[in-house]
Every structure is written in structure tokens, then in C-alpha cells.
């Protein structure tokens, strides 16, 4: 019987994402510096930008975080101008937070991120677009209950 020796670290899957993941997080900073925003913040907006209005449970749910994780980021996005929280007339412990104009018109500045995404990987569009469905798909895959 063949003897199964670990992985080395440049053969485990999870180390190769997690630098990758790294790596991103270095190119986006200056990048969202400039803009004022932190990265979780941006997730925040972007999760905004797709659906307006979104509690923040709802978007903890987007973005796979707690709520509590995301209130002091959403506090931080009101202080900035970015979005406008109001609690809901229904129920009074969901908080909706929605874009101001200011929020909106941020993202088309936020176009540069995916340009410096693409000049860096030395991917093209297709390349990137093709890799973050295979990536998607392994984090639903993993992110299933077990039974």
C-alpha cells in the first residue's frame, strides 16, 4: 500500500486561494484608499449597489457575515456620506440601509479595481470571468450543509 504523505503547501487548494486572496486585498488598497473606503466597506457598498435597500441582516447574508459584523461598517459608510439607515416600519429591529447619491455615484469609481484586477493577472476577461465560476461554485459546494 502506497504511503499518502501530506500536501505540500503549494499543492493544497486553501493555500493557494488564501495568497491569492491576499495578493488582491495588496493590488485593491491604494486603490480604495483613494476612495476612502476600507475593503469590507466596498463589499458593503457593492452588496448595495446590486440591491438598494437591503437590510443589514440581508446583507450579512450576501456577504456570508454577521450582523453584527456589518452594523459598525454600515456606521462608519452613514459618517462618510455613503448610505442612510432607517429602521423599518414593520419591525423595528430590522435596520434598511440605502445608498445617498454620493454612495451611487461612488461606484463608477470603483471601476478600477477590476481594470487593475485584469492588468496584473495578465488574465483576460474571459480568463478572470471563467476562474470566479469555478471559484464560486467550489465555495457553494463547500458552504452546503453536511449531512
Known amino acids: 500500500m502506497a504511503s499518502k504523505t501530506p500536501f505540500t503547501l503549494d499543492e493544497q487548494l486553501c493555500f493557494a486561494l488564501y495568497g491569492a486572496g491576499i495578493a488582491i486585498n495588496r493590488a485593491y488598497k491604494p486603490l480604495?484608499?483613494?476612495?476612502?473606503?476600507t475593503y469590507p466597506q466596498y463589499l458593503v457598498l457593492s452588496a448595495l449597489w446590486e440591491h438598494d435597500?437591503?437590510?443589514?441582516?440581508?446583507?450579512?447574508?450576501r456577504l456570508a457575515l454577521e450582523p453584527s459584523t456589518i452594523t459598525?461598517?454600515?456606521?462608519?459608510?452613514?459618517l462618510a456620506g455613503?448610505?442612510?439607515r432607517q429602521r423599518s416600519a414593520q419591525d423595528e429591529r430590522q435596520v434598511h440601509v440605502r445608498l445617498t447619491t454620493a454612495g451611487r455615484e461612488l461606484r463608477a469609481r470603483t471601476r478600477c479595481l477590476?481594470?487593475?484586477?485584469?492588468?496584473?493577472?495578465?488574465?483576460?476577461?474571459?480568463?478572470?470571468?471563467?476562474?470566479?465560476?469555478q471559484v464560486q461554485r467550489l465555495r457553494d459546494a463547500l458552504?452546503?450543509?453536511l449531512e
Not at 435597500?53 to 447574508?61: E, M
Not at 459598525?72 to 452613514?78: A, C, M, N
Open 32 to 37: 480604495l484608499d483613494a476612495l476612502g473606503l
Open 53 to 61: 435597500g437591503l437590510t443589514v441582516g440581508a446583507i450579512g447574508t
Open 72 to 78: 459598525p461598517l454600515v456606521k462608519r459608510l452613514e
Open 82 to 84: 455613503l448610505v442612510e
Open 114 to 133: 477590476a481594470e487593475t484586477l485584469g492588468e496584473r493577472s495578465g488574465m483576460s476577461a474571459q480568463e478572470l470571468g471563467a476562474l470566479n465560476k
Open 143 to 145: 458552504a452546503l450543509p
